[in-house]
Each structure stands twice: as C-alpha cells, then as structure tokens.
T-cell receptor
Framework: QKEVEQDPGPLSVPEGAIVSLNCTYSNSAFQYFMWYRQYSRNGPELLMYTYSSGNKEDGRFTAQVDKSSKYISLFIRDSQPSDSATYLC???????????FGSGTKLNVKP | EPEVTQTPSHQVTQMGQEVILRCVPISNHLYFYWYRQILGQKVEFLVSFYNNEISEKSEIFDDQFSVERPDGSNFTLKIRSTKLEDSAMYFCATTDRRTGELFFGEGSRLTVL
C-alpha cells in the first residue's frame, strides 16, 4: 500500500468554480499535513499547513484533515486561471525524518 | 520572507562525472532534506539530515550519493559517477521543528549527457 495516494488528474474547471483536491494516506502516525502548489519546473511552494485534524482557511483556500479516515482535502474557492498548477499533498510524521508526497493533481482553470 | 537557496540552478555534466549541489537552508532551521523530481514524475524523497547526520534515506540514496554540511551554512548533495538516469530536478527543503512547515528551494536541474 502506498503511503500517499492522490488522483493525478488532470482536472479542468471553469474560472470561478470551487475546486476540491484530495489525498488519502495510510500511516496513522502522520501529524503534519501540507499542500504545495508547483508550477512547471519550479520548486514546490507551500500553500497550506495543518497540524493534526481540523480545518484551516487562508483566503480562497481551505485545508481539511480527517485523521479518522486518513483523508486530506484542499478546497479552492473562486478559482482563477493563475491557480492552474500541480497540487501536491505532503503528510509527515512527528519525528521529521521524512515527508511523503502524493503524485500531484494537475489543475487547469479555464478563463 | 526567508527562503531556501540552491545553486547551481542548472548543471550539465558528462556521464561518470561528480557533481555537488548546494543549498543554504533558512536560518535557524535544523532539519534538512533532499528530494528529486524526474521530469513529469512525482517528488521523491532522497535523504533527511539532522544534527550532522543522516536521519533517514530512501532506497534511491545509495553509495553514489552523499550529504554533508561542511561549514555550518551550506548543505550539499554529492553525486559520484553520474548516470543518465540521475537527470532530474533536485530540491533542497528545510523545516523548523516548532511548526513542521517544510520549505523548498527552487531546485537545481541536473542534466547528465
């Protein structure tokens, strides 16, 4: 079983749509959950960070963690063409030895 | 905003040569990582480093690879005897244990000919 599973997409939505991106993970010891945005050939940019379960909102972005089902989500409201990128989920354990990455979901927001 | 700095941004080398990729972590971060991303593929963990020693390494990180922090500021990845399949983007990342947020550099693109 993979540590992190993420639908690679691509996901294509019209501008203004609400986008839902999801990952599942297998290790119940994960405590840190991050979402990254990666534009082609650039480094991953930290978008959202959540510790343990719960929701976190930052502008148009909301991150959700459900540890009971090992499911993490990123919602983007009022999506913009500039949101077109690959989104990576990355959970990690409490010992900081390793952060695991999903395969990334490619999002295309059409004007 | 503090950032992770990587050099070189792009390196072209001949197969069999040695390369050193350098990273300047965010000041006061103590945990350092190298990841790589082959074009079109996922971000893969190579190694983590804390307190001047390797914390964990993946099966990719074999004897061809080594890491060190030679001068207390730079964090380096050395790849000996490069192979064609080593061509990839190599990302350095660092974290502050207080928050767990992991920050990446812009990457070093390695092309092995």
């Amino acid at each position: 079983q993979k540590e992190v599973e993420q639908d690679p997409g691509p996901l294509s939505v019209p501008e203004g749509a609400i986008v839902s991106l999801n990952c599942t993970y297998s290790n119940s010891a994960f405590q840190y959950f991050m979402w990254y945005r990666q534009y082609s050939r650039n480094g991953p940019e930290l978008l959202m960070y959540t510790y343990s379960s719960g929701n976190k909102e930052d502008g148009r972005f909301t991150a959700q963690v459900d540890k009971s089902s090992k499911y993490i989500s990123l919602f983007i409201r009022d999506s913009q063409p500039s949101d077109s990128a690959t989104y990576l989920c990355a959970p990690g354990g409490g010992n900081f030895n390793k952060f695991y990455f999903g395969s990334g979901t490619k999002l295309n927001v059409k004007p | 905003e503090p950032e992770v700095t990587q050099t070189p941004s792009h390196q072209v080398t001949q197969m069999g040569q040695e390369v050193i990729l350098r990273c300047v972590p965010i000041s006061n971060h103590l945990y350092f990582y190298w990841y790589r991303q082959i074009l079109g593929q996922k971000v893969e963990f190579l190694v983590s480093f804390y307190n001047n020693e390797i914390s964990e390494k993946s099966e990719i990180f074999d004897d061809q690879f080594s890491v060190e922090r030679p001068d207390g500021s730079n964090f380096t990845l050395k790849i000996r005897s490069t192979k064609l399949e080593d061509s990839a983007m190599y990302f350095c990342a660092t974290t502050d244990r207080r928050t767990g947020e992991l920050f990446f550099g812009e990457g070093s693109r390695l092309t092995v000919l």
